[in-house]
């Protein structure tokens, strides 16, 4: 008789024990079933569906025009193909800067209509009211500081964060009231990895970083990225552990070639 063995879900609570014992996180982004099964099945820890859904999944140039129930139909897909990780959904541009209340609806939306796990915002103490109303809720929040691609805007480029003094205090000050208003974890993106080594060593709660170095308590890649299926970027913290650009590239040549020269389909590939 075969045992089945029980999966045991990645919950925040997993997490914060991670972090305590030392044990590093990994984290990567999904938008659709098919990709979510895969990475799911690999053992990941935690499945971040991100806003850069707008520029991998629509082609836009920034994270800013993906929409709310754009954010919901990519969850949901996730949430099907889930057995393991933790799932954090991004909630866009717009849905959460205004004021807490629409905040709180939007997370709430998320939660309600794709069965995800919790919800991650960028910013510091500008946010802190959208923080703490979605948190009453009982929705896990996921905190994001360093470059917040949704101020593109603002910073006018997407370079390294917090190199100034002043920044980077802002940023350590920023990064202790996220873990005061309850957030659950923190994203810290392209900043110093000496500012990042020190802010995850002053937190208590996991620090996941992208382009923050190896100090912190987990990392996060676009899995587009990290896969090579996007190769017009190639910032220094991306490593690639395939360049399925070329190859599938390859094979859809190779199946056109086929198509043309009559060898696709064969008889064995015929009723």
Not at 223 to 252: I, V
């Given at each position: ?7 045991k879900?990645i919950?925040t ?5 991670m ?11 999904a938008?659709d079933?098919?990709m ?7 053992g990941?820890d ?10 991998v ?10 929409t709310?129930?754009?954010m ?5 897909s ?6 393991r ?7 866009p ?44 809720a ?7 500081l360093?470059?917040t ?12 964060r917090?190199?100034?003094?002043e920044?980077?205090?802002?940023l350590?000050?920023?990064?202790k009231?996220?873990?005061q208003?309850g957030?659950?974890?923190l994203?810290l ?19 996941i ?11 996060v ?19 690639r ?9 390859n094979a859809?040549k190779?199946y ?13 590939e015929?009723?």
């Amino acid at each position: 008789m075969s045992v089945h063995k029980e999966v045991k879900k990645i919950t925040t609570h997993t997490l914060q024990e991670m972090k305590r014992n030392g044990e590093k996180i990994a984290m990567l982004t999904a938008y659709d079933y098919t990709m979510a099964k895969i990475i799911d099945n690999a053992g990941i820890d935690v499945i971040l569906v991100g806003d850069s859904a707008s520029n991998v999944m629509a082609g836009h140039e920034t994270t800013l025009p993906i929409t709310l129930d754009q954010m919901i139909y990519h969850a949901s897909s996730v949430i099907r193909a889930i057995n393991r990780a933790l799932v954090v959904v991004d909630l866009p541009f717009g849905t959460y800067q205004a004021n807490s209340k629409e905040a709180l609806s939007s997370a709430i939306k998320i939660m309600k209509e794709s069965g995800a796990h919790s919800v991650k915002l960028e910013g510091g103490k500008e946010i802190k009211d959208s923080i703490e109303r979605i948190l009453t809720a009982g929705i896990p929040v996921m905190g994001h500081l360093g470059l917040t691609p949704q101020s593109i805007y603002k910073f006018g480029t997407y370079t390294v964060r917090a190199k100034e003094e002043e920044e980077a205090e802002r940023l350590m000050e920023d990064a202790k009231l996220l873990e005061q208003f309850g957030c659950f974890a923190l994203v810290l993106e392209k900043i110093p990895a000496d500012l990042a080594t020190k802010v995850a060593k002053a937190l208590s709660i996991p620090v996941i970083g992208i382009g923050a170095g190896g100090g912190v308590d987990g990392q996060v890649l676009v899995t587009h990225d990290m896969l090579g299926m996007t190769h017009e970027f190639s910032p220094r913290f991306l490593r690639r552990y395939l360049n399925l650009y070329e190859s599938m590239g390859n094979a859809f040549k190779q199946y056109i070639g086929d198509v043309k020269s009559k060898s696709f389909p064969n008889e064995k590939e015929q009723y």
